[in-house]
């Protein structure tokens, strides 16, 4: 269902961060949206209050998780839920990461801050592939330990060394931190991939997005093989109005994710 | 389909009985006529109402109406609104959402009239604009349900221009002043010694089937190389132009230009020039809840992208200058709406430089980025030249 919200029941919420919740959500009644692909997006409603959208991160048989962050009225509202209550979700929408065009490939999975919420089904899906991808990487950075997002999983899977192959650095440490200390890019020496046959999936601020990019474009990706996601205010998430545009892309119907080759020149300009 | 289209002359009472079929057959008949010192498109309810004998005079900033002696009826420009209004009205509601007292949540589209339009003296460069928005809002993915609905039922009159307006550069944009498309009648207005009478073409089957119903006369040659005349004639007096480069490009090339500076420094950020044109699209939305708390909407308004809050994200707009603002409306009309929507955005009816309070002149904005463009890549060439001959041992 894409024009109107079908009612979603929250059945967990599960708090991540101090302002960030993961919320799971399942259909309220017999009606569900069509299947989500890692890197898709809803509009989730919160009655009265206002829709935005929020990337999935992780789908279930009939469930999607979504994590939040409280950093406006509807958000704060939905962070707000507690189990039973109802919201309203329309999707999916946009590009996935497609994952499927990097079959045979290393993957190079980079997050900051809460861009790792709509990597880590891309993760899920690629860890229940094994056979399908070569080495599989997770780098992920964040301004502090309080800040990561998922962080139980991302100390298991670091100390496991992987699959995923995983490392997690923070800007500011604090007592008792068990990762590096550093920007994400840094952890790119510690990461096992072919350049020529890797490709990137990145999300998180637009400043950490174009200094990954860079240094992998550097490091001899191609610029395509290097997807990114993107962000822009979205009020209809169906192309017509007009708020996601960044240059000649609009967000929610060509994004979030897209190419490097096409969001270099983009994010290159001021006040695009 | 494969009959020839019916081309005939209407006289005044043809006119009016043309008004009066489409009445007849339940449709809202809107047109232009005087209100208030413009000509506004509005609900008419006789031919008797349009702008007969009113003529427009306009410049950047600025518009007036003047009487004319001739008594035409189309010899205007256009005016301050565009047929938008009607197929994406300026606030609409989208849906309905309820919560019961145990918290259970539907959501339902809400109900919507749908008028069963007939629009009379659409100019040609309207039509575009009518062609562009049906792209946007229903020719992609998703369909903007009520633009679909309104839009597939209505009845479109073009009129031909053979009195272009000063801000008018519809040539230049391949858009006017004949109409060649996407009309189901096509009338051009003629007043000579023969007389007030209007050449009027079929463009669909709904067209000549109309037509059978109004009096009218099948078109002499005569009439019919006057009408080709006047138009022609038309196209030889535009008001203004846009330059004669690839502005798809130009724009594309111009993101770091100065001229965005100076335009700034003019412009008022009001957006009235969005307000105005025919193929602005952008939409925000509202939400409303009643005072039980029980009930809340879902509202579109229309919105521009000189809306500081249009571009809001974490904490602070996207675009907070006035020069990104300009920027993007201007790369959004001439450039990037080709990316999203396979043409340009701008269709050259003239409205934003009439209407914005400052007089600021989008074919004189995009001469402005043309004339920077070349000489930075004069400079450019020379310095190269330059760079060669030293280099040269
Ligand atoms: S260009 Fe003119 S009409 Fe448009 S926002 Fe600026 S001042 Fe207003
Ligand atoms: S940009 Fe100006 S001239 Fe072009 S269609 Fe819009 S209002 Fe008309």
Known sequence: MTDVPLPYRVTRVRPETADTVSVTLAPAGAAAVAPFVPGQFAMVYAFGVGEIPVSVSRIGHRELVHTIRAVGAVSAALCALRPGEQVGLRGPFGTG?????????????????????????????????????????????????????????????????????????????????WGRVGVVTTLLNGARFTPRNTTAFVCGPEVMIRAAARELVHRGLAPHRIR???????????GHCGHCQLGGVLLCRDGPVIGWNRAEGLLSVREM | MSERRTTAVLDRTGLDALVQVLRARGRTVIGPTVRDGAVVLADLATAEELPFGWGTEVEAGRYRLVPRADGAAFAHTTGPQSWKAFLHPEREKVWDADRTADGRLSVAEAPRARPSYAFLGVRPCDLRAVAIQDRVLAGGRYQDRGYRERRAGAFLIAAECTEPGATCFCVSMGSGPGADAGFDLALTELVDETGHRFHVRAGSDAGDELLAEVPHRPAEPETQAAARDAVDAARERMGRAMPPVDLRTLLGDSLEADRWDDVAARCLTCGNCTMVCPTCFCTTTEEITDLTGDHAERWQRWDSCFDLDFSYLHGGPVRASARSRYRQWLTHKLSTWYEQFGSSGCVGCGRCITWCPVGIDITEEASALHDELAARLRRHDQEGENGRKESEP
Do not use: K
Request: aromatic share 6%; proline share 9%.
């Open chain 1, 97 to 177: 990461w497609s994952l499927g065009r990097a079959i045979g490939q290393d993957l190079l999975v980079m997050a900051g801050g809460i861009g790792l919420a709509p990597l880590r089904p891309l993760v899920a899906a690629a860890l229940a592939a094994p056979h399908a991808y070569g080495r599989l990487n997770l780098l992920v950075g964040a301004r502090t330990p309080d800040d990561l997002l998922y962080a139980g999983r991302l100390r298991a899977w670091t100390a496991a060394h992987g699959p995923p192959r995983c490392a997690v650095a923070v800007d500011r440490p604090s007592p008792g931190w």
């Open chain 1, 228 to 238: 990114v996601s993107l962000e822009r205010n979205m009020r209809c998430a169906t």
